[in-house]
């Protein structure tokens, strides 16, 4: 009688029937909370990939050279053009 005794409650053990209400309770807990800490997980990593975004944006931007401002430049040229005009012009007034 022992024996077929244990022999029920090895089987409800190995099937998972001895307990159903507990067994299941703890799965739907077990459920809930990979649920949580997947979503948590999946926030860090949403600001983590910002965080990295904006570092490498940075880093980029720093390399690279400052954009010309082409009227500046051009406006420089002018200058020089009309600095090296006078200085021709004083060079040959002083050869005269």
Known sequence: MASRQR????GRI?????????FNAMSRRI?????????KLR???KDMMHRIAEDVSLAL?????PPRDEARVQRLLEKVR???AEAEEVGRLVAE
Not at 7 to 10: L, R
């Open 43 to 45: 926030v860090i990593k």
């Open 14 to 22: 190995t099937n998972g029937t001895l307990f159903p209400k507990m």
């Open 31 to 39: 459920d809930l909370l990979v649920y949580v800490n997947e979503e």
């Open 61 to 65: 931007a720093s390399a690279r050279p």
């Open 7 to 10: 022999g029920i409650v090895q």
């Open 82 to 84: 009309g600095l090296k």
